[in-house]
């Protein structure tokens, strides 16, 4: 199989590119386990080497309301008043470990993506 760890930015593209040509391996076959194998490999490398930021919460919040069709009426239950909500939407105040915990009870937020500090955040 003669499958290498992923050290450097060569190793990576070189992986990449082999993906590409194994990219429509049959089920059950050497090339599929080649192709798993390479994937995993590329994931790591990309997760330790190319990092991504969270997400800012509140446009987390907006962008599910916006997939789910909700209103800030709809969200009212886990902020406990709606004057609340467009609160939070609008930035004025920020987001309680209540809140947060409710968010991803009933959105399915995850909990990593509405813990960072919003970054337009400003206090009345």
């Not at 467009?86 to 968010?103: A, D, R």
């Amino acid at each position: 199989m003669d499958i290498k760890p992923i050290k450097t930015k060569a190793d990576y593209k070189a992986a990449l590119k082999e993906i590409e040509s194994v990219m429509t391996a049959k089920a059950n076959t050497p090339k599929e386990g080649r192709l798993g194998i390479l994937v995993t490999l590329v994931e790591s490398y990309a997760k330790k080497h190319f990092p991504l930021d969270l997400p800012d919460p509140v446009e987390t919040i907006k962008l599910h309301m916006d997939q789910m069709g909700l209103t800030p009426k709809d969200l009212e239950p886990a902020f406990s008043r709606l004057n609340r909500v467009y609160e939070v939407l609008s930035y004025k105040q920020p987001l309680t470990l209540k809140m947060i915990w409710h968010l991803h009870s009933i959105l399915g937020i995850p909990a990593e993506s509405l813990i960072k500090q919003p970054e337009k955040f400003h206090a009345v």
